[in-house]
Every structure is written in structure tokens, then in C-alpha cells.
């Protein structure tokens, strides 16, 4: 594909962008995640553009990087390979004081280029093109902080942040990295146990949110492209979602033109929804793609 030197050198710059933390080996990790080493970072970018869909990434189905993270603060990344599954693992770097992370795509090209980072001490962090930028302090004060990219047609993404009374907030993105000031969403969030969300999955081409509630009902909140009202009423999406103890999205994973969502099982199984677009229904029956994904004490 003709975008492979791009995904070449966005996994060059992730993996160069540890600054003052110590670089690791890449080991594998897509059917199983702690199968042996085989492939580095450009074997994997390679492998990964000669093996994707025909569809290019966009803002309603972007092309980001599964990351996963061991207690130790040792980070890997895992690349889409394009047909539903993913690349051997990369070792990126060890950052034993982040809390989480969360993948943007700063100029809404559809890759991911850059993250925001919330350290143990509340501080957040923008890193882009190999570097670290103080952003922010007191972000301890938020429980949840993802990127569904952009919710008002703005020419940058969208952070949401929940705080710990279950109020949603918004925060716009800046090009330089900062944030505006933040504007509330709605509250009662606090009956979630899980939030994500990444592009669209109605076909609308607006970003989209999937929620789940401590019922293990998985709701589906429709993005409106109006900035003062960003979600229309929440859609039941199904039951018995209880049955995993994470939920991530990454965007297209299997190159089709669609968001997809991905689940982990507390034994480690790493399955794939797979978007169709349909606001009915916005995903296909689930298929495993990987184990050993219980050695990582958070996705994104």
C-alpha cells in the first residue's frame, strides 16, 4: 500500500519518543501475546501495510496502535495487520509512573500520531514526534480520559474525562497540544464501569461512544456533531458484557472502513467486534484474536 512508509515512521517516532526512560526489546504478541520474539518495529510496520485492508484510515475508522502496559510500566504496542487481527508486539519503553494513556490523532488525518499521558501525580503529559510536553496538572481528579476523536467538526480532537462525581467534561484540543476549557457533557456517568469510544459506528461519519453499566448492559451513545449537545439519547446495544474486564477502541482494525471495538476476558482472550456501520446494530458477531492479553494491567 502506498501509506506503508507511513506507518513506518509513525511506529519510528512512537518508539523513539521515551525520553529519560530506557528502551526494550521488542517480544511477539497477536495470536499469543507473550509468544517469542520474532519481528521489530519496521518488520512489523512492513508486514502490517503489506497485509492491510483496502481502505484507507480516516477520522470515522482511524488506524491506531493497541498498547498494552505490565505493572512494571514496560509498554508494548501492537500494530493492525489489516485483516482483523494484529502484528507481533514492539517494545516501546518503560514508564513506571504512567497511569494511563490515550492515542490521538492531533490533525484528524486518521493515524495515530501522538498521546496525552496522566502520570501517578495527576500531571498530563502530551507526547508528539518524539517529544514530552507538561499539558496539564490535577488530572487525578478523573477516572476515565479517552479520545473519541472529534465531537463538533473541530480542526483537532476531543479529550473526555469523567470525574469522580460522574460528571462528563469535553476538553478541545489545541494544535500546539493544550486544551481549552473544559464544558460539561451531562453527569450520572458514575453508572458505568467502561467508556470508549474511537471514530464512528453509525455510519454517519461522527464519532461515536460505546458505555457500560455495572449491569453489564452496553449502550451506545450517538455522536450529534453539535458541540452544546455532542450525544443523542443513549441506544441499548446488548447484554452480558459483564464478561470482560476491558474495552478498548482503536479504530479500523481489520481495514474495512468501519470502527471496530475490542474486549479482553478476565482469562486473557482478546476478542474483536467488528463495526458494519448500522446504528441498529453497530457490530458484527465477535471473533478471538489473542491470548494472553491478562498480563497487562490496562489497554489502550
Avoid: C
Amino acid at each position: 500500500m502506498t501509506q506503508s512508509p507511513r506507518r513506518a515512521r509513525a511506529l519510528s517516532r512512537l518508539v523513539t519518543s521515551a525520553i529519560a526512560v530506557a528502551l526494550v526489546g521488542a517480544t511477539a504478541g497477536t495470536a499469543m501475546a507473550d509468544a517469542p520474539a520474532t519481528t521489530g518495529p519496521a518488520g512489523n510496520a512492513a508486514r502490517s501495510a503489506a497485509t492491510a485492508g483496502q481502505h484507507k484510515p480516516t477520522p470515522a475508522a482511524p488506524f491506531f496502535f493497541l498498547t498494552g502496559i505490565l505493572s512494571s510500566g514496560q509498554m508494548y504496542v501492537y500494530m493492525p495487520d489489516g485483516k482483523g487481527g494484529f502484528d507481533d508486539r514492539s517494545g516501546v519503553a518503560v514508564w513506571p509512573h504512567l497511569r494511563y494513556e490515550v492515542s490521538i490523532d492531533p490533525d484528524l488525518t486518521g493515524w495515530q500520531d501522538g498521546a496525552y499521558q496522566v502520570m501517578d501525580d495527576g500531571t498530563l503529559n502530551l507526547w508528539r514526534g518524539g517529544r514530552l510536553k507538561k499539558v496539564a496538572t490535577g488530572w487525578g481528579r478523573y477516572n476515565v480520559t479517552f479520545s473519541p476523536g472529534t465531537l463538533a467538526h473541530a480542526k483537532h480532537p476531543d479529550l473526555l474525562v469523567r470525574d469522580k462525581q460522574g460528571a462528563l467534561w469535553r476538553f478541545q484540543t489545541k494544535a500546539d497540544g493544550t486544551l481549552a476549557p473544559r464544558v460539561k457533557v451531562s453527569s450520572g456517568w458514575d453508572q458505568f464501569t467502561q467508556i470508549t469510544g474511537k471514530g464512528d459506528l453509525t455510519g454517519d461519519g461522527k464519532s461515536d461512544v460505546v458505555a457500560r453499566d455495572k449491569r453489564g448492559v452496553l449502550w451506545l451513545y450517538k455522536g450529534t456533531g453539535d458541540p452544546r449537545k455532542p450525544f443523542a439519547p443513549r441506544v441499548k446495544v446488548g447484554s452480558g458484557w459483564n464478561q470482560f474486564n476491558k474495552l478498548v477502541a482503536t479504530g479500523d482494525v481489520d481495514g474495512d472502513g468501519h470502527s471496530d471495538l475490542l474486549a479482553r476476558d478476565p482469562k486473557g482472550n482478546l476478542w474483536l467486534y467488528k463495526g458494519n456501520g448500522k446504528a441498529a446494530a453497530p457490530f458484527e458477531s465477535r471473533a478471538k484474536i489473542g491470548t494472553g492479553f491478562n498480563q497487562y494491567r490496562d489497554l489502550f
